[in-house]
């Protein structure tokens, strides 16, 4: 479909939803193949999200072993949803019902690729901090939104339009595709140095075992990137409802120390080193989690784990897709990294990074 036909796909949607005669302004693009339009007509504003079904690789079945994941691409490897927006609108819906401020979905067409959204405003946590709002007053009911998260019963799959999507498990397939782009584009393309075979076998053997830390703790629903750029401040709301939710389609369900993490070692802004540990009890204890040393650990190997992908996504951003903005983030998240490493869990991984990539140490004093 050219982009002519996209627009005019676009403008017969808008018309069917009542929204023909609306202004559009659209918003800046971010890393992924999703774009947003936000609409205005008089004085009431939605947002559209246009998906191309054809944009990304197919996700992952349901019933796929780890074999046919790897044929069909990374994202049924690393179960993301892709521009499956079933997954966005179905779990958008599930949040709803729950009382959390994910987007209402106002008008649909999956095949087409097509949502219109409940426009939440501008007033994300990375544009109100610093200044405007105290920072440990933000992330505090932040983290009571994901113990509600966590607490909450969810369906196996959820509805929209008369398809499903399943939530499928956060499994170690996915986890290790993730950590290796760390080898492929942040210690290759980045640093160039191409880990052998016994370097890379000795990687994955390591994850593998930090990897059994994980299953200790009753799973519950990651919403995969719950961090400022994601997260709107709605004040006129009460409890839950006061954070709003967005870029959510990806979620899968796993251990709940993983959304922490994406809280608390953002990628793209400095949180308040002080806010770590007490944020951290808050949800222990809103989650009822008995065990704190068993969570501690796990927090510190999804947090490896998690800014070990990161490292290698934002340069493969930048390499591949030309977007040099990226590099200028992998400080801070070697930082995390480096930090994540010094828990005695991940010995193992901090002396393997030590022997074939030393790299990482000196990207996190820049």
Partial sequence: MTISDRDAAIAAFLNQAGWGDAKHHPLPGDASTRRYIRLERGEARAMLMDAPAAAEAPACPPDAD??????????????????????????????????????????????????????????????????????????????????AIYRSSLPAAVERDGQSWPLLAYDDTALMAEADLFLD???????????????????????????????????????RDFHAENLIYLPDREAE???GLLDFQDAVIGHPAYDLVSLIEDARRNVERKLAVPLKARFVAQAGIDDVAGFDAAYAVLGAQRNAK???????????????????????????????????????????????????????HK
Avoid at 141 to 146: N, Q, S, T, Y
């Fill in 66 to 147: 780890p074999a046919q994941r790897r044929e069909l691409g990374y994202n049924a490897v690393a179960r993301l949803a892709g521009a499956n927006l079933v997954a966005f609108a179905g779990l958008a819906d599930a949040l709803c019902e729950r009382g959390f401020s994910a987007p209402r979905i106002l008008a649909s067409d999956i095949e087409a690729g097509f949502l219109l959204l409940e426009d939440l405003g501008d007033d994300l946590f990375a544009r109100l901090l610093p200044g405007e709002l105290h920072e440990g007053t933000l992330y505090a009911k932040a983290v009571d939104v994901l113990a």
């Fill in 185 to 223: 584009w942040f210690l290759d393309k980045h640093a160039g140095a191409t880990p052998g075979a016994s370097a890379r076998a000795d990687w994955q053997a390591i994850w593998s075992r930090a990897f059994e830390r994980l299953h200790h703790c009753a799973p519950g629903l990651v919403l």
């Fill in 241 to 243: 409802g006061e954070i």
């Fill in 310 to 364: 990161i490292l290698g996504i934002f340069v493969r951003l930048a390499v591949r897709d030309g977007k040099q903005r990226y590099l200028d983030l992998l400080p801070r998240v070697a930082r995390h990294f480096v930090a994540d490493l010094q828990h005695p869990a991940l010995m193992p991984l901090h002396m393997w990074i030590k022997s074939n990539a030393p790299q990482v140490f000196a990207e996190a």
